[in-house]
C-alpha cells in the first residue's frame, strides 16, 4: 500500500474572473515536490447561476511553462486564444492546453450556458513542463467526452475514465511530456476498489463529491485530497457514498520550480524574461 502523506482540507473559496468560483485545492506553493508533476488544481463550484446576457468569465490572460487541463462535469466553457484556436466543452470534455512558450487566453462560460444558466463545476489542473519542453510551441488538444474510454471497474464498483495515461490496458488519449495518469473516477455507494499505480510516481486522490475511506483507515470527503508517498503501488478505496474523485499519479519531475502568476519556470531569471517578453508582445494578440 502507498503511505498516506497527509488529508488536506479546501480553502475558502475565491473568483476568478467572475465567472469561476474555485477553491484551490493544492498548489506548488504548499505541495511542491509531493504532487510533481501536477502544479495546482482549482475546483470551480458546483455554482449556480442564473441567466444573463453577457457572458462570466475570466479576461485575457498569458501563461508560459506549463500546461492546464479543465475537466467539465456541468455547464458548458467557450475558450479562445492568441494561436487562433477556440471552441465550446461541456460535460463530459477535456480541454488540454499546452501553454509552452507563451500564449494569450481568454475563458468564458458560452454563449448558450449564459442565456439558459444552470450549474457549473469544473475542475482545472496545472500540469508541470520539464525544462527542456519550457518552451515548445503553444497547442492545444480538445478531448471530447466520446474520445475517453470508460472502464468498469472489477465487481461493479464503478467506472474509471482514462483521460491520460492507462488503465487496465486501456490508453487514455491525452499526449503529455512526462508520463502520468488522470483518471476520473466514479465509485458506488458501499463498493470497494483497490488500484495498482507505478512505484515511484507522486499520487493524490482529489474527492469532489461523496466520502471514502482510503487504505482502510482514512476518511476523506467532498473538496479534500489526500496524498499518497512514492513508495508503494496499491492504493484501497472504499465509497461510503456515491464518489466523483480525481486520481492523479505521475512520474516526478525533479527541477528547480519557480512560478509568478500565469508563469512557472526553473528560475527567477526565466521569469523576469517571461515578464519582458509577455509586456513587449512576444505573447501574440487576441483577435477581435
Not at 88 to 105: E, R
Not at 157 to 163: E, K, N, S, Y
Not at 196 to 212: F, Q
Amino acid at each position: 500500500m502507498k503511505t498516506i502523506l497527509g488529508i488536506y482540507d479546501a480553502p475558502p473559496l475565491h473568483w476568478v474572473g467572475d465567472g469561476f468560483p474555485v477553491r484551490s485545492l493544492f498548489s506548488y506553493r504548499n505541495h511542491g515536490k509531493l504532487l510533481s508533476p501536477f502544479l495546482l488544481l482549482d475546483y470551480a463550484g458546483p455554482t449556480d447561476f442564473a441567466p444573463a446576457e453577457q457572458p462570466r468569465g475570466v479576461e485575457q490572460h498569458p501563461h508560459r511553462g506549463f500546461e492546464t487541463v479543465t475537466i467539465v462535469y456541468h455547464g458548458e466553457v467557450a475558450h479562445r486564444d492568441s494561436t487562433g484556436q477556440g471552441g465550446v466543452i461541456g460535460p463530459g470534455d477535456v480541454q488540454w492546453m499546452t501553454a509552452g512558450s507563451g500564449i494569450l487566453h481568454e475563458e468564458f462560460h458560452s454563449e448558450s450556458f449564459t442565456r439558459a444558466g444552470g450549474r457549473l463545476e469544473m475542475v482545472q489542473l496545472w500540469v508541470n513542463l520539464p525544462a527542456k519542453d519550457k518552451m515548445t510551441a503553444p497547442h492545444y488538444q480538445t478531448i471530447l467526452k466520446t474520445d475517453i474510454p470508460v472502464v468498469m471497474l472489477p465487481e461493479e464498483a464503478g467506472i474509471v475514465r482514462v483521460i491520460a495515461g492507462s488503465y487496465l490496458g486501456h490508453a487514455g488519449p491525452a499526449r503529455t511530456f512526462t508520463s502520468m495518469n488522470v483518471w476520473d473516477l466514479r465509485l458506488h455507494h458501499g463498493k470497494s476498489a483497490e488500484l495498482s499505480l507505478p512505484e515511484g510516481w507522486n499520487a493524490a486522490l482529489i474527492v469532489l463529491h461523496g466520502t471514502v475511506v482510503v487504505n482502510e483507515k482514512a476518511q476523506v470527503k467532498a473538496a479534500q485530497m489526500v496524498s499518497l508517498d512514492r513508495k508503494g503501488e496499491m492504493l484501497s478505496i472504499n465509497a461510503q457514498e456515491n464518489v466523483v474523485a480525481l486520481l492523479l499519479s505521475g512520474e516526478p519531475i525533479d527541477e528547480p520550480v519557480v512560478g509568478q502568476g500565469p508563469f512557472v519556470m526553473n528560475s527567477q531569471a526565466e521569469i523576469d524574461q517571461a515578464i519582458a517578453d509577455f509586456n513587449s508582445g512576444h505573447f501574440g494578440q487576441l483577435s477581435h
